[in-house]
């Protein structure tokens, strides 16, 4: 079996140095080989690469695109890996998390597994993860699954790409791996045998944004046109209006007690319809 960790990267410098110093402290339990697909216009990482070229097995592609969808696709092509591996350039890989999510692919025969991931206070990060391990379906996906824990088989890859439509880098800014997975689950004809872990820890840093500022208000319009085009595509309606409701709510709740959250929701509920409206065009 041969691992290929695939990290696409833009515009960080030294979580890529420390996330590639993790690799080389842990304990992989096969072979495996790293791409790095570079999305950087200058040379922000060729020093750091070139660098550890000297201990780890790493090819480095600089590509003349951005999405990050698109470049997890050219990633895998590129792989000689029997499983993919995805984590983000700001992750970390711990000492025992790719041996412990092999040893459970190898003890199950997992198509796919995810695992969990943590703030350096071990608090979970990105979002809540389902305490125990179970299978996931199209039903259950809630807490049991985020893009850069994924360690998946390769042929899966070559049959679902990532809809590079969707993700950081693109108008519709999220849910690429919902997208994905959802494709994935709802194949009755080649069913895949997908567990969650919460024994299979990456770091990820905490991505919670405080409500009103203008990082959090461009993160939520980008999130949400994501959110809207990935209900239109899979005809989502319950999920699509009860973020409409939601952000309805919360803008008449806030409106004259919290100016910044109300802004947020304002923000929010804006971009679902015009997520939607766009969506629909892309999607004919």
Request: glycine share 6%.
């Given at each position: ?34 791409i790095i ?68 692919i ?29 299978y996931?379906n ?33 108008f ?39 409500k009103?500022?203008?990082a ?16 239109v ?11 409409i ?40």
């Amino acid at each position: 079996m041969k691992l290929s960790i695939i990290i696409p990267t833009l515009g960080r410098r030294a979580e890529v140095e420390k996330l590639l110093q993790s690799i080389a402290d842990a304990n992989i339990a096969c072979a495996f080989e790293i791409i790095i697909v570079d999305q950087n216009t200058e040379a922000l990482i060729d020093d750091i690469v070139a660098m550890a070229m000297s201990w780890l097995p790493i090819r480095h592609y600089k590509v003349g695109f951005k999405g990050l969808s698109k470049a997890k696709n050219f990633g895998f092509r590129k792989a000689a890996g029997v499983y993919i591996s995805f984590p983000d350039d700001d992750c970390l890989i711990y000492k025992n998390t790719y041996a412990k999510a092999i040893e459970l692919i190898r003890a199950q025969d997992l198509d796919i597994i995810f695992g969990k991931c943590l703030d350096e206070k071990g608090n979970d990060s990105v979002l809540q993860f389902k305490k125990k391990a179970y299978y996931l379906n199209k039903n259950n996906m809630a807490g049991g699954f985020v893009e850069a824990t994924t360690i998946c088989k390769a042929d899966i890859l070559r049959t679902y790409e990532f809809d590079e439509n969707m993700g950081v880098g693109t108008f519709f800014g999220a849910e690429e791996g919902f997208d994905w997975l959802y494709r994935i689950l709802s194949d009755k004809k080649a069913p895949k045998k997908v567990l969650f872990s919460p024994d299979v820890e990456f770091y990820h840093p905490q991505v919670i944004l405080s409500k009103g500022d203008l990082a959090s208000l461009n993160r939520v319009f980008k999130y949400r046109c994501g959110t809207a085009y990935l209900c239109v595509k899979h005809h989502l309606h319950m999920k699509y209006y009860k973020r409409i409701l939601i952000s309805i709510f919360g803008y008449i709740l806030y409106k004259l007690v919290d100016k910044k959250s109300s802004d947020f929701y304002a923000v929010e509920f804006s971009a679902l319809l015009m997520g939607k409206r766009f969506a629909k065009k892309e999607l004919k």
